[in-house]
């Protein structure tokens, strides 16, 4: 069964730094999200992406964040200059259409920042 | 705004006794509604979904879940609970407040499921 997959599965940084995250997203879909998680909070969407750019993005989403769609298979968060309050598991998900499919998530992105 | 409760944070049950994990949600719309279902180290995984018609609705590993409108609930129900149902439960809500949307979900707080010999 074809599946999201996320890398790395954890990520250590300093404050300040840049990070990526990576995904492969299910080959024939063709929207694409990013959720977070800060530890004992809920999960909180952060942007969906569709034909190659931004459909929707939440407060959170802010400056520091950019997605991306380098190929035809890889969607990107990064994170320009890590704060503290970053650190969270970082979801991917994708699904075929908007809003009546299911959107399929990944295993996560656990981001530490110190 | 639209948002989801999930009353109960933590719940245990004995194997083979039956479930209910509440979901209360608030949407401007006719909303789209969600269980995940995640166990430690996945990612999370869809239990059920409901749009529109039946409003009970039936999910994998024998979970069902009734949408009620007058109460904006959308409970998750299992007759017989298995020790590998032990995992962390989140309702979502998605669909098209204000004619637009683009797929994205709101969670709530999350339950999580211990089960008992």
């Known amino acids: 069964e074809p599946e999201v997959t996320q890398t790395p599965s954890h990520q250590v940084t300093q404050m300040g730094q840049e990070v990526i995250l990576r995904c492969v997203p299910i080959s024939n879909h063709l929207y694409f999200y990013w959720y977070r998680q800060i530890l004992g909070q809920k999960v909180e969407f952060l942007v969906s992406f569709y034909n190659n750019e931004i459909s929707e993005k939440s407060e959170i989403f802010d400056d520091q964040f950019s997605v991306e769609r380098p190929d035809g298979s890889n969607f990107t968060l990064k994170i320009r200059s890590t704060k503290l309050e970053d650190s969270a598991m970082y979801f991917c998900?994708?699904?075929?259409?908007?809003?009546?499919?299911?959107?399929?998530f990944g295993p996560g992105t656990r981001l530490l920042v110190l | 705004a639209q948002s989801v409760t999930q009353p109960d944070i933590h719940i245990t049950v004995s194997e083979g006794a039956s479930l209910e994990l509440r979901c209360n949600y608030s949407?401007?719309?006719?909303?789209?509604l969600f269980w995940y279902v995640q166990s430690p180290g996945q990612g999370l995984q869809l239990l059920l979904k409901y749009f529109s018609g039946d409003t009970l609705v039936q999910g994998i590993k024998g979970f069902e879940a009734e949408f009620k409108r007058s109460q904006s609930s959308f409970n998750l129900r299992k007759p017989s609970v298995h020790w590998s149902d032990a995992a962390e439960y989140f309702c979502?809500?998605?669909?098209?407040?204000?004619?637009?949307?683009?797929?994205?979900?709101?969670f709530g707080q999350g339950t999580i499921l211990t089960v008992h010999p």
């Open positions: 949407y401007g719309a006719t909303p789209y």
């Open positions: 998900a994708s699904s075929a259409t908007s809003t009546q499919e299911t959107q399929y």
């Open positions: 979502a809500v998605g669909g098209q407040a204000g004619g637009t949307s683009y797929g994205k979900l709101t």
